[in-house]
């Protein structure tokens, strides 16, 4: 297979690597729209944003092809006409290219082992390119006709969160696929402890998509999450939070059920929002924390070691040096 692989040309290549991003993107946009709560198309949680910016950091630039499909397949058939599909696919990839070179100028790294790539993910990249996008998709709705000019706003908001959220939530997780490697010899004790955090997470998530005074039980298990899983933990906890509270507040459920639409989104993307940026933050300060310790611990090992190689040579010279003194002295 590998062998294969390596004989295909560059560009049937970028072909089949353009066809995977098309169909990832296109999966990840069908979870998306079940929770669509505008025109059938606009979700409070967008996956394929998520997808879409990490396509660029993990395979290159040059794979926007793949976005640009996904994201045409997508809205087609939703329409409400090619002109303005082709508009919103368009949205959809010069939103997370824009955010990539801009991540990428500010020396953005795809580790998030330090915190201003924490900072960098969540202001160029869940906050600025998911803003071009949903202005310029929301845009061409009302000049299509499809939303009304008072809708503008509110459906910019939502399409914005929603994207941002993507991002947010399945960026780092994405980012981390690479580097993840199954555990061997894992400690009993090890597995039921990733047990108990799924159950109190699954629990605590539902317990916030039920009740505004539970809320804050999502934050210690992230915290238990980050600190013991690092940002894998954090983050899968992250996103089962965010999708029970956005599955409640677009049913109209649980504790946003009593709010019109606008007013209800803006309060669960708000703490969805807290949640995965405090996921995000508070684990790549532990991976941060791991790293230097881990710096520190080799430093000490190379100064015993030249200490060790040093101690033997000084004991000798001292040694002739006494010898000397005692046949001068003699």
Request: with cysteine; net charge positive.
């Amino acid at each position: 297979m590998r062998l294969a692989a390596r004989q295909l040309s560059p560009v049937a290549r970028w072909c089949l690597v353009v066809l995977g991003v098309t169909v990832c993107y296109f999966a990840a946009a069908q979870i998306g729209i079940q929770w669509a709560i505008v025109r059938d198309q606009i979700s409070p949680l967008w996956p394929a944003a998520g997808v879409a910016l990490a396509v660029p950091m993990l395979l290159g630039p040059r794979y926007w092809p793949g976005i640009f499909l996904g994201a045409l397949l997508t809205n087609i058939a939703l329409g409400p006409s090619l002109g303005t599909v082709l508009v919103i696919s368009a949205g959809n990839t010069i939103g997370p290219m824009l955010a990539y070179a801009v991540m990428r100028r500010a020396g953005f790294r795809n580790q998030l082992d330090r915190l201003p790539d924490a900072v960098f993910l969540v202001a160029a990249g869940a906050a600025g390119g998911t803003a071009v996008s949903a202005v310029l998709g929301t845009g061409v709705l009302v000049l299509d006709g499809a939303l009304g000019t008072g809708d503008f706003w509110a459906t910019a908001l939502v399409w914005w969160t929603g994207d941002a959220m993507g991002v947010l939530t399945i960026t780092p997780l994405l980012l981390l696929a690479p580097r993840f490697r199954l555990p061997t010899r894992v400690p009993l004790a090890r597995w039921a402890e990733a047990v108990a955090l799924t159950v109190c997470g699954l629990g605590t998530a539902i317990l916030a998509s039920a009740t505004t005074s539970k809320l804050f039980l999502v934050f210690p298990v992230l915290v238990w999450a980050a600190l013991r899983f690092r940002q894998a933990g954090a983050m899968l906890c992250s996103l089962c939070v965010c999708a029970f509270t956005i599955f409640a507040a677009a049913r109209g459920i649980g504790p946003y059920g009593s709010y019109e639409l606008a007013t209800r989104m803006l309060h669960v993307q708000a703490f969805d929002a807290t949640v995965g940026m405090t996921a995000l933050a508070l684990s790549t300060i532990v991976l941060q924390r791991d790293r230097a310790t881990a710096e520190i611990t080799d430093a000490w090992r190379q100064i015993t070691e030249m200490v060790d190689m040093i101690a033997p040579r000084q004991s000798l010279r001292s040694a002739m040096s006494q010898r000397e003194d005692d046949e001068l002295a003699g």
